[in-house]
């Protein structure tokens, strides 16, 4: 499957953003997704993941409480919804998937086999 990740911008601190994956190629629905990051000089880190059928979401507590992470089957596209963003969430945000386990949700990189191309968020103070 071929991912495509849209939204980014730069946003104040505070402010929100809304990110979209849309995947083709591929049987959408079979797939379970996850969100990444990587700031500059660091390495790249989990963000949120979600199963196949959007039962079953996961965060990092970097996020937890403020990221929103869903899926439209119908559409073939994958969500993070980012609100009170604060500076550290600064980064280029990518979209993987997988297709093994897809009822279950993974946090570790290497369980994705499919990645976008990243969308810049850059949040000011």
């Known amino acids: 499957v071929q991912l495509q990740a849209s939204g980014g911008g730069l946003v104040q601190a505070g402010g929100s953003l809304r990110l979209s994956c849309a995947a083709s190629?591929?049987?959408?629905?079979?797939?379970?997704l996850g969100w990444f990051r990587q700031a500059p000089g660091k390495d790249r880190e989990f963000v949120g993941a979600?199963?196949?059928?959007?039962?079953?979401?996961y965060y990092a507590e970097s996020v937890k409480g403020r990221f929103t992470i869903s899926r439209d089957n119908a559409k073939n596209t994958v969500y993070l919804q980012m609100n009170s963003l604060k500076p550290e969430d600064t980064a280029v945000y990518y979209c993987?998937?997988?297709?093994?386990?897809?009822?279950?949700?993974?946090?570790?990189?290497?369980?994705?086999?499919?990645w976008g191309q990243g969308t810049l968020v850059t949040v000011s103070s």
């Open positions: 979600i199963n196949r059928s959007g039962g079953s979401t």
């Open positions: 190629g591929g049987t959408f629905s079979n797939y379970a």
């Open positions: 993987a998937a997988r297709n093994r386990d897809t009822w279950l949700v993974r946090s570790d990189s290497q369980a994705y086999n499919s």
